[in-house]
């Protein structure tokens, strides 16, 4: 499978971070196909020029930067650049996991954890940038707060990516768990 192959099969329609001279706005992955990326735009104040656009991909963010070409019914596409398209290592190695949890009380699962933060199955309907709650199942005692950096919409749930700006002791005893057993994303 190509990453062009793997980003339109498990991305479209993901609602990722973008960046353009006047700061950051919300876009949603419509295509990738070769040079060119089409978006819709969830918030802007006007179309930019030029866009960044961060997309997760296993472990690594491509990072496609590219120059309005073209619109239609709302999609826009955008050419990369030259020097866009360059595969950026994730800060933190990420493992696979499996620790049940809620948000918001909605029904949760953690599917992978690093020491800086998660990416979930929920029932709850995040936007990014929310700030989220996730209590463990069993240890209701304990919230994991956290800021939802992207989100894909599945058949009857949603997958989005968690950061955890000040991880505790707690989550990196989590994280060691699934650390120790190796399953490295």
Same mark, same amino acid.
């Given at each position: 499978?190509?990453? %062009? ?5 498990? =991305? ?12 950051? =706005?919300? #876009? ?13 735009? =969830?918030?802007?104040?006007?179309? *930019? ?6 997309? +997760? ?6 990072? #496609?930067?590219?120059? =309005?070409?073209?619109?239609? @019914?709302?999609?826009? @596409? ?14 933190? +190695? ?20 690093? %020491?800086?933060?998660?990416? #979930?199955?929920? @029932?709850?309907? +995040? ?37 955890? *700006?000040? +991880? ?18």
């Amino acid at each position: 499978m190509t990453l %062009e192959e793997y980003v339109n099969a498990n =991305l479209s329609g993901a609602v990722l971070r973008g960046f353009s001279k006047d700061g950051e =706005l919300l #876009v949603r992955l419509k295509e990738l196909k070769g040079k060119s990326i089409k978006v819709s735009f =969830l918030s802007f104040a006007s179309v *930019p020029e030029v866009l960044r656009v961060d997309i +997760p991909i296993e472990g690594f963010v491509l990072s #496609v930067i590219g120059k =309005l070409s073209g619109h239609e @019914e709302g999609i826009y @596409e955008y050419v990369a650049l030259e020097k866009a398209g360059i595969l950026q290592r994730r800060s933190k +190695p990420r493992y696979a996991a499996f620790e049940a949890c809620s948000i918001y009380g909605f029904n949760s699962l953690i599917i992978d954890v690093s %020491e800086n933060g998660c990416q #979930v199955i929920s @029932e709850f309907k +995040p936007r990014v940038r929310e700030n989220v709650e996730l209590k463990l199942k069993g240890n209701d005692e304990k919230t994991i707060e956290g800021n939802v950096m992207w989100s894909v919409e599945e058949e009857e749930c949603y997958r989005y990516g968690i950061y955890i *700006p000040n +991880p505790d002791a707690f989550w990196l005893k989590l994280v060691e768990k699934y650390k120790s057993i190796g399953e490295v994303i």
